[in-house]
T-cell receptor, first 112, second 113 residues
Framework: EPEVTQTPSHQVTQMGQEVILRCVPI?????FYWYRQILGQKVEFLVS????????KSEIFDDQFSVERPDGSNFTLKIRSTKLEDSAMYFC??????????FGSGTRLTVV | DQQVKQNSPSLSVQEGRISILNCDYT??????FLWYKKYPAEGPTFLIS?????DKNEDGRFTVFLNKSAKHLSLHIVPSQPGDSAVYFC????????????FGKGTLLTVNP
């Protein structure tokens, strides 16, 4: 069964450093998403991406965040200058028209 | 701003009995509701969904009930199995092409053999 692949599974970074979280969505999917879950809290929407542009973003997704689909297969989330409160599990997801989400296994980001 | 609420952080059930997981929502614009299951170190996986035009949807051992007037939905698992032990998330969508999901905090279900 097709999968959404996320790398790395765990990333530790120093506060203020840039971090890039990588995702390979399912190949024929058209819609791409990032969600995050801070420990003990709900899964929160960050951003949706369609047709090579952001289609919607949450208030969490400020200027420190950006997304890119550089080569037609990878979908990346960049955090420019990480803060302690960015520590969370980050989930990538993709879907096609008329289908539900397929989530990746997540990247646990720890900012120290 | 908890638009989707799962008030029980955990639930423990004996194998073979019924598990009932509850979810409440506040946003009247939600018209599609989903349940996801999550094991540790994995992403959420889709379990079952229901459109707001229905009040029940069944898939094998899993049934979701929707009470729109009460803004409440529930997931019934019967009979419960130890492999059902996981975190269950309720999620809702208010339509639109972006299909953004709003999640609850989740309920940890433990099914004891």
């Amino acid at each position: 069964e097709p999968e959404v692949t996320q790398t790395p599974s765990h990333q530790v970074t120093q506060m203020g450093q840039e971090v890039i979280l990588r995702c390979v969505p399912i190949s024929n999917h058209l819609y791409f998403y990032w969600y995050r879950q801070i420990l003990g809290q709900k899964v929160e929407f960050l951003v949706s991406f369609y047709n090579n542009e952001i289609s919607e973003k949450s208030e969490i997704f400020d200027d420190q965040f950006s997304v890119e689909r550089p080569d037609g297969s990878n979908f990346t989330l960049k955090i420019r200058s990480t803060k302690l409160e960015d520590s969370a599990m980050y989930f990538c997801a993709s879907r096609n028209r008329g289908t539900g989400y397929t989530f990746g296994s997540g990247t646990r980001l720890t900012v120290v | 701003d908890q638009q989707v609420k799962q008030n029980s952080p955990s639930l423990s059930v004996q194998e073979g009995r019924i598990s009932i997981l509850n979810c409440d929502y506040t946003n009247s614009m939600f018209d599609y509701f989903l349940w996801y299951k999550k094991y540790p170190a994995e992403g959420p996986t889709f379990l079952i969904s229901i459109s707001s035009i229905k009040d029940k949807n069944e898939d094998g051992r899993f049934t979701v009930f929707l009470n729109k007037s009460a803004k409440h939905l529930s997931l019934h698992i019967v009979p419960s199995q130890p492999g059902d032990s996981a975190v269950y998330f309720c999620a809702a969508n208010s339509g639109g092409s972006n299909y953004k999901l709003t999640f609850g905090k989740g309920t940890l279900l433990t099914v004891n053999p």
